[in-house]
């Protein structure tokens, strides 16, 4: 006996144009004595074309016959009300820069908080499931802030939708329910053309009034600009760790600003690489290389980004991170043999490693390209200098006491190093983060990159590699758990500082609407100017945390772990 979905509202069917074609097939089929072979035309759909035909000069149009209905017991149909929903999502890029991106972050905020304002009435379980993906999708949003760069930053619209299904996906198991995905996806396919449609008005202002809202918007970017001196490449940064100035040997404190060159990494005062007069060299070993010109190169030679990360595996990363977060059984899965090999060659004969494309390689090859990049690297990305010491720490019991120990090792590493494994941890700690729909946490994901990232020298017998994965395995899992432990307060913080902003701005705007109405007065003005300095600091802060969601944070004490564990 055919029926409707039980866990479908009534009043949801009642909007469905097709309610009474619904109903109709639905008797249909619990009456058992109807007779099969009858038409389209004797049913609701005949009934409604005879009335709505009626007159003389109008004809009803021919109704095509119906398929067989099979009698009742024997085989039942394949309608399924979930998924009435089968739509192509456009190829249009929605964020072609970031600036875009904030501004849809933005957008998206404004929206759960239109959402949670009305709190008359009691949300359903379909509310709140909605809801909640959809504050997890703003947080998706910030965490590719932290990682896209100016001239790369393309997120289509087929890729937020994805992105948005995983995610409900993953609410719907957390919470152990079951819900229409279409119903969720149109809900917020119907904001993603709200802002499309927002951001093409905006575009045709901007074309008319020369680009002026765009030279203001983008002036916040500063510390994207790279600044040249004696064949320096300078970007500006903040100091993780405390250090000193490799030129007047000067203390760096906390959180200080300064420049940081792309090629040799020479780390000075901003007020100093003016000073500077020896020319910019790479490091020693930087032009050697055993390998190919990415896979097997040593990363003194691929750093060429201002992040010193290099340029292709910051593209793997980054389209894996866009398309294939939700992916059961990523890193884990094998992908094609010969289009690994093809797609390996694609990136080894590639003229210029920014325009090479690899939005069009399968999910699993890419993330086979990126495994071979670390397994074949001369000098693997935890060097064999301290191999034995990340070994060391793998056997710390107290699991605050080995973050301790890791987060000190890694601060030995070389800076290249350094910079490519805090992307990496980041990259990882995202994929962690979906675990209930890609099946793959911070235990899988540290049995397969543990021997990507750290191997003896020497070969050693077979039984002490096995030991020595074991081990591995442990020292890369800690690093993963701890880095999505930082990854997840920090965009707790980061919405709460987005929380505070949005007050600070409704207030800004009364005291405006007040002045304006009313005579102006001093202390209006100054109210005002107080929470414009607010609104600046909340501004900067968001800002700070964001910069330095990829970077692995040195833990200062055992005592702070344990703390933030307990809460």
């Not at 006996?1 to 866990?7: A, E, G, H, R």
């Not at 001239?151 to 087929?158: A, F, H, I, P, S």
């Not at 002490?464 to 020292?475: E, F, G, K, Y």
């Not at 109405?517 to 001093?522: E, I, Y």
Request: proline share 5%.
């Amino acid at each position: 006996m055919f029926t409707l979905q039980d866990d479908i509202p009534q009043r949801m069917l009642s909007l469905c144009p097709l309610n009474a074609m619904l109903t109709h097939i639905s008797t249909s089929f619990s009456n058992p004595s109807r007779t099969p072979e009858k038409t389209m035309g004797d049913t609701v759909d005949g009934s409604i074309y005879k009335n709505c035909c009626s007159s003389r000069n109008h004809r009803p149009p021919p109704v095509r016959q119906s398929p067989t209905l099979p009698p009742s017991g024997q085989q039942h149909t394949k309608f399924n009300l979930f998924r009435t929903k089968e739509q192509t999502d456009p190829l249009s890029m929605v964020v072609e820069s970031v600036e875009d991106l904030r501004l849809f972050s933005v957008f998206m905020f404004k929206k759960l908080n239109n959402l949670d304002q009305d709190k008359k009435k009691r949300d359903t379980i379909v509310d709140s499931l909605f809801k909640k993906s959809m504050r997890e999708f703003h947080m998706e949003l910030i965490g590719y802030e932290a990682i896209l760069t100016e001239e790369g930053t393309v997120l289509r619209y087929k890729d937020l939708i994805t992105t948005f299904e995983g995610l409900l996906t993953k609410v719907c198991r957390e919470e152990k329910v079951t819900f229409p995905l279409p119903l969720g996806v149109n809900a917020f396919r119907g904001f993603l053309n709200e802002f499309v449609a927002q951001q093409s008005k905006l575009k045709k202002n901007k074309q008319k009034t020369g680009g002026i809202i765009r030279s203001y918007r983008k002036k916040r970017r500063r510390s994207d600009v790279t600044v040249i001196h004696a064949g320096h490449r300078f970007r500006g940064d903040f100091v993780h760790v405390p250090t000193y100035c490799e030129l007047c040997n000067e203390f760096m404190w906390h959180a200080e600003k300064i420049f940081i060159c792309n090629t040799c990494r020479i780390s000075v005062h901003k007020r100093c690489h003016t000073k500077i007069t020896a020319p910019c060299m790479l490091p020693p070993g930087a032009q050697t290389s055993s390998g190919g010109r990415f896979f097997g190169a040593a990363l003194t030679a691929l750093a060429e980004d201002e992040q010193g990360l290099p340029t292709i595996l910051n593209k793997l990363l980054t389209t894996i991170e866009l398309r294939a977060l939700f992916v059961e059984g990523l890193y884990r899965k094998s992908g094609s043999m010969a289009q690994v090999r093809a797609s390996r060659r694609a990136i080894e004969t590639a003229p210029d490693a920014d325009q090479l494309s690899v939005d069009d390689m399968p999910v699993h090859v890419l993330s086979a390209l990126v495994k071979s990049f670390f397994r074949e690297l001369p000098d693997p990305l935890i060097t064999y200098d301290l191999y034995e010491n990340f070994l060391n720490v793998s056997e710390v019991t107290a699991v605050a006491e080995r973050v301790r120990c890791l987060s000190v090792m890694v601060e030995l590493l070389p800076k290249h190093n350094k910079n490519v494994l805090d992307r990496l941890m980041y990259h990882l700690a995202r994929v962690a983060h979906q675990e209930p729909v890609n099946r793959m946490g911070p235990s899988n994901l540290a049995l397969v990159f543990g021997p990507c990232l750290m191997r003896r020298q020497h070969a050693v017998h077979a039984q002490d590699t096995l030991i020595d994965v074991s081990r591995q395995a442990v020292c890369v899992q800690a690093l993963i758990e701890e880095k999505l432990r930082q990854y997840k307060a920090t965009l707790i913080n980061i919405v709460e500082l987005e929380a505070a902003q949005e007050k600070v701005e409704e207030n800004i705007r009364k005291i405006t609407e007040h002045m304006t109405r009313g005579p102006s007065a001093d202390s209006h003005e100054q109210c005002k100017m107080l929470f414009e300095e607010q609104l600046d600091f909340l501004s900067t802060e968001k800002d700070k945390l964001t910069h330095e969601l990829p970077s692995l944070a040195p833990v200062a004490s055992s005592e702070d772990l344990s703390s933030s564990d307990e809460r």
